[in-house]
């Protein structure tokens, strides 16, 4: 059974930074796309970043390009996404997603992917 597990979140104030890493379990996280997805209070689940297995294609959604940058190291079976310049908007429960037998490719969509982890919540205040 594959496990994604969250961490990294935290309090932080407006304009600050935070790293959430997600550590999956398994032999074959290399071959994975991996995906970042949040939910804030009252919202639906949405897109955030999504890397392809290499690590050479990324996607973000257009609220957090040039202030979030999503990357790999598949040797630690790691994915992390790194949180610049964060805004009260930003707050929300972030989930890391996985999706087996990706290709070389990147995901956006929700439903593409295979295995979630618990979440961990960010809060940024003002």
């Known amino acids: 059974q594959v496990q994604l597990v969250e961490s990294g979140g935290g309090l932080v104030q407006a304009g600050g930074s935070l790293r959430l890493s997600c550590t999956a379990s398994g032999r074959t996280f290399a071959t994975w796309a991996m995906g970042w997805f949040r939910q804030g209070p009252g919202e639906e689940r949405s897109f955030v970043a999504a890397?392809?297995?290499?690590?050479?294609?990324?996607n973000y959604a257009n609220s957090v390009k040039g202030r979030f940058t999503i990357s790999r190291d598949n040797v630690k079976n790691t994915v992390y996404l790194q949180m610049n310049s964060l805004k009260l908007q930003d707050t929300a429960i972030y989930y890391c997603?996985?999706?087996?037998?990706?290709?070389?490719?990147?995901?956006?969509?929700?439903?593409?992917?295979?295995?979630w982890g618990q979440g961990t919540q960010v809060t940024v205040s003002s």
């Open positions: 997603a996985a999706k087996r037998g990706a290709g070389n490719f990147v995901y956006s969509a929700s439903d593409f992917y295979d295995y």
């Open positions: 890397i392809n297995p290499s690590g050479e294609l990324t």
